[in-house]
């Protein structure tokens, strides 16, 4: 395997690393006070100037507007990204835009790539995914129930949904429902591309995670479809193919999830290194001068360290091997690189004792709300189960 990086990828790695030091990581005093204004507006100057370096859509072909090089690359962008909150956006490959459009760009129709890829793969339009409901276990997305039932030339659609990441200001949502309630259980649901200014479609409330409702990109909504009428058109791939579509938008998507996870602990390790350098606990020692805080640095150097290189060797073998060849992995890294990002934020936060609880650093926001990487996506236990069935067959 080999993972070295030519010099025109290092370039465009340092000058996205600079872009985040320069123009990204100041505008997150914004986002920390909640002013969704002013962010906004500043989000959109800096992505003009993404655009201008030639940075903007790392996910995407050319084509498209982006700039993709391969599984591997992406993986090192969103590394680099994953260092702010407000980095994916910035460069136009948030989550979760970034899953939708690659769902679009291989399975969209002509007409669907016109009227729904083109616009978000510019940025001038923002969707969400609507599969998770309230009432059904979204560990096992086969027992969702919200339904389409085609009537003439249109579906139909009824059923709620929660936790549908950046609905609020979005303008359509893939949503996946059951088409045919009597096929295999693999085979029952179809995603569904929903204009959200149908009158069928209501969104009830931005949910508050942990004391703290997002909005925009970060909100994560519980919305309902009822009697939503869409043309029969809006069908994304074919009847029936809403979970091996969902898996396909899944497994390249938790690749760039984990190296933003990973962006999350490399962003707090230095945060935590550069503080108790600083911190004076007596009038000749500072934090770092302590073994039981060395520890925690040693600690969460070699989990980082661990985690990236099994991650790099994931996006390796699905660039050159296929999805298949990857898809252990994929579950491993999942929940190992979740709770290594955990790890090392939760020292993080401590290393900066009362500091840390408050909103004057990003750690509070990276403690909160990446709590719930273990959850998405799959949650650990699902994942854990996968890898140990696939291990215990080969004894
Ligand atoms: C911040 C956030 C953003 C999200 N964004 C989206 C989005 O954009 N679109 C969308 O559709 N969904 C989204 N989700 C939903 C997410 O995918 C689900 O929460 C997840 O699939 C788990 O489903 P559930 O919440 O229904 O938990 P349940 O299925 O009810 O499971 C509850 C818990 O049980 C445990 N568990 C599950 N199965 C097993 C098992 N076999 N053995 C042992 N324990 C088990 C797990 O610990 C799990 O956390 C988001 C969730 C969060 C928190």
Redesign the pocket.
Known sequence: MDYSISDSLQRRLNTTQEFLDSEIIPMEKYFLRGQWDELESMIANARLKVKSLGLWAPHLPKSLGGTFTGLVDLALFAEVLGQSPLGHITFGCQ??DAGNAELLHLHGTESQIQQWLRPLALGDIRS??????PH??????TLLDSSAVLDGDEWVINGR??????ADGADFTIA?VITDDTAAKHSRASMIIVPLDNPGYKLIRNIP?MGHAGKGYFS?AEIEFTDCRVPVGNMLGGEGQGFSLAQERLGPGRIQHCMRWLGIGKRAFAEMCSYVKTRKISSNQTLADQQLMQAMIADSAADLAAARALVIETAWTVENQGFKAAKENISLIKFYTANVMQRVVDRALQAHGGLGMTDDTIISYFFR?ER?A?????????HR?AVARKILKQY
């Open positions: 989550a979760p969400c995914f609507a599969m998770t409901e059904t276990a979204g560990s096992n997305p949904k929660w936790f549908t990441t950046s996946m995670i994560h709300e719930a273990r959850i998405y996506d799959g949650p650990d236990e699902v189960l």
